[in-house]
């Protein structure tokens, strides 16, 4: 097909502005067909731009026959440029912005065609494999148009707050030194130094401390991050953080700051977030909830039941009592009629989830249309029915679970389940944003693997002032200043105040098995900085990302960024991560460089007349070899590199006559 050409032609308007006020002008419009209809006598065409759609349309009987056929030849996704002029609907589109009115053609442009997509726009149910390896198409779609626009919103707001709070911005290195945060490094090898890698930063924590102590104050950086994790719904490969730090602070500052931050944000989606956030230790969070980012939309919490059953026949909940604290027996309760009717089968199903989160069983009471039911019915007194119903604060029908056994255990069974459940009843308001600050957390984990106490957070976060001694005595009971803010169920972000002094610096490497010397060669320019007068100082990072999604309404970070990868960490539309060719690597030093230079010259020498026996040729030969293998490079007649393959890298001839490599 002949394509028209763009020429000079201009928009007078954005598609999705067009109203009712604007009937009769003429209007020039530019986009994308997203269908054509054949009515009987009029033929639509529905064009598409950023701003969104509006509908042309032609009268077979009236219209000029040339634009007539040029109309009928557009298929969808043809690119367009039309004239025509704004039109009251005879019959209105409710649901449509620009629903009102239609544009009466009188010129229309193929700019160009479009071959029949993958897959129809409209439809959700494509898969995501397809989705992304036609991700630019993908892109079309309303809804990822619409996530785009918000995270670029976000993002400018996000800048101008930092702004009008005085914060510089920064770019740190994306080639630098590791920095643990936890996760594998991406590496770059070094070409120009063989055998040295660049890791890709995990966050540029240490760059951002150092720009405190170079006495910038306040520091903001909207900055991509690497980690080599295996990837879940909310986690990518690589990542946008909105990352912070400030000196002289307490960590309420930055909180506060951070809040001011959310208030700002929320109305980009018609949302309201009210500061001060509540705040809540790790402890409690973990008590109450079962989670260190507890969602907080649904107001059920666990309770610890465990001292009820002292006494109790009930073996395995007295045996919890009797362990003095070691286990628990702990419970929570969904009220409501569908919870108090839930059925035995859905009851097993349930009870099979709890076993793959680590349970030995799902002990259940149940309070429905014909009293009490419960797995362990014969042991509930009514004595007992009384007491849980104070402590669990059970009023009328519903379903109490229970979970026996150590802390860890019983929370990771109920804090999941209490999420499970809640959604299951309606009992989580959806339209909600609950944000709170997670504090508290503990210093240092156990890493049973390896053996030695690692940092919870990052090992720059200071210990909580209250527990400084017990960073020798008791490791693992030492709080340490770091705060995570939760929305809705997800970790937004986390950060810390930082020790700024090089002497608990080195006694928080120690207390993590990194002796003086590794600390020295990895870490020493941060002991450096710290005793040239580091100020008191500390900061946070969010996850951009995670942050739109949850603008956004989406439960999965792929949908607000433009290029994601899958879930096995690859780019389906540019096939990302690739094979590289041999050359690359052995630049790289990433193959053995097993390359050699030969020294090759002719020897001539005569032959006896009537030719020689075997064994003398050998002998000539080794001769021949001989003198070429004493010969210096000058003298030999050129040089040849080979690969360890024998291929010719590089060939050079020195002198005399010349060779054909
Ligand atoms: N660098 C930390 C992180 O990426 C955040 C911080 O402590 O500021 O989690």
Redesign the pocket.
């Given at each position: 097909m002949k394509l028209d050409r763009l020429g000079d032609f201009q928009r007078t308007h954005r598609n999705g502005d067009l109203r009712l006020d604007h009937a009769g002008q003429t209007v020039r419009l530019l986009g994308w067909c997203r269908r054509v209809r054949n009515l009987g006598s009029l033929v639509f065409l529905d064009l598409r731009d950023r701003w969104g759609l509006v509908q042309l349309v032609a009268n077979e009987e009236t219209a000029d026959p040339e634009l007539l056929a040029k109309l009928k030849a557009v298929r969808s996704e043809f690119v367009l440029a039309a004239e025509g002029v704004v039109a009251e609907r005879e019959s209105k589109n409710p649901n449509m912005a620009t629903g009102d009115i239609e544009i009466r053609l009188t010129g229309l442009k193929i700019l160009n065609t479009a071959a029949p997509l993958p897959f129809p726009l409209e439809d959700e149910g494509v898969g995501e494999d397809l989705r992304l390896t036609y991700r630019f198409l993908d892109l079309r779609r309303e809804q990822l148009q619409r996530n785009m626009v918000l995270r670029s919103e976000a993002s400018n707001l996000i800048r101008n707050y930092f702004r009008k709070n005085d914060f510089v911005e920064f770019e740190t290195p994306i080639l630098g030194k590791s920095t643990p945060?936890g996760a594998r490094d991406y590496l770059v090898p070094s070409r120009v130094h063989a055998g040295e890698f660049f890791a890709l930063p995990q966050?540029p924590?240490l760059y951002k401390q150092m720009l405190q102590v170079s006495g910038f104050e306040r520091y903001v950086q909207i900055c991509r991050?690497f980690r080599d994790e295996d990837l879940r719904a909310d986690r990518q490969p690589e990542f946008t953080?909105v990352?912070v730090e400030m000196s002289f602070v307490r960590q309420e500052d930055i909180q506060a700051l951070i809040e001011g931050l959310m208030v700002e944000l929320c109305p980009l989606v018609d949302q309201q977030a009210v500061a001060p956030f509540p705040r809540l230790t790790y402890k409690d969070a973990m008590e109450w909830y079962g989670s260190d980012k507890p969602d907080l939309r649904c107001k059920i919490k666990i309770q610890d039941v465990t001292s009820l059953f002292a006494g109790s026949e009930f073996n395995l909940f007295r045996a919890a009592a009797d362990s003095q604290g070691q286990r628990r027996v702990r419970g929570l309760f969904l009220p409501g009629e569908a919870a108090g009717a839930y059925s035995r089968k859905q009851l097993d199903e349930l009870q099979e989830t709890a076993k793959k989160l680590g349970a030995g069983g799902l002990p259940y009471a149940k309070w429905g249309k014909d009293g009490l039911a419960s797995s362990f019915k014969k042991f509930i007194s009514a004595e007992l029915e009384a007491e849980l119903k104070t402590t669990l604060g059970i009023h009328g029908e519903g379903l109490a679970i229970f979970a026996v056994g150590t802390d860890d255990q019983t929370s990771r069974v109920l804090g999941d389940l209490r999420l499970r459940l809640a959604r299951t009843f309606g009992l989580t308001d959806t339209s909600a944003f609950e944000f709170l600050w997670v504090v508290d957390f503990p210093l240092l984990q156990w890493d049973e693997d390896e053996q030695r106490f690692v940092a919870c957070?990052?090992p720059f976060t200071s210990p909580h002032p209250d527990d400084l001694g017990l960073l020798e005595s008791n490791p693992g009971a030492c709080r340490a200043v770091a705060y995570d803010l939760v929305l809705n169920g997800y970790e937004l972000g986390?950060?810390?105040i930082r020790i700024h002094d090089a002497e608990t610096q080195s006694l928080m490497f120690r207390t993590i098995g990194i002796g003086e010397a590794e600390a020295r060669a990895k870490f020493g320019y941060l002991l450096d900085a710290l005793s040239f007068g580091a100020p008191p100082h500390g900061?946070?990072?969010l996850g951009l990302d995670r942050l739109v999604m949850l603008l956004a309404g989406e439960d999965n970070i792929r949908e607000v960024i433009a290029f994601p990868k899958t879930a096995q960490a690859r780019c389906l539309m540019t096939d990302a991560p690739s094979p590289v060719d041999e050359r690359q690597l052995r630049e790289l030093h990433l193959v053995q460089d097993a390359k050699q230079t030969y020294r090759v010259g002719a020897v001539f020498f005569e032959s006896a007349e009537g030719g020689v026996d075997a064994a003398k040729r050998g002998e000539l030969r080794g001769q021949a070899l001989q003198q070429i293998s004493q010969m210096t490079p000058k003298q030999t007649q050129g040089l040849v590199t080979l690969d360890a393959q024998g291929q010719i890298l590089d060939a050079q001839t020195l002198s005399g006559p010349t060779f054909e490599f």
């Open positions: 945060e966050s924590q991050c953080q990352d957070h990052h986390g950060g810390s900061g946070l990072a």
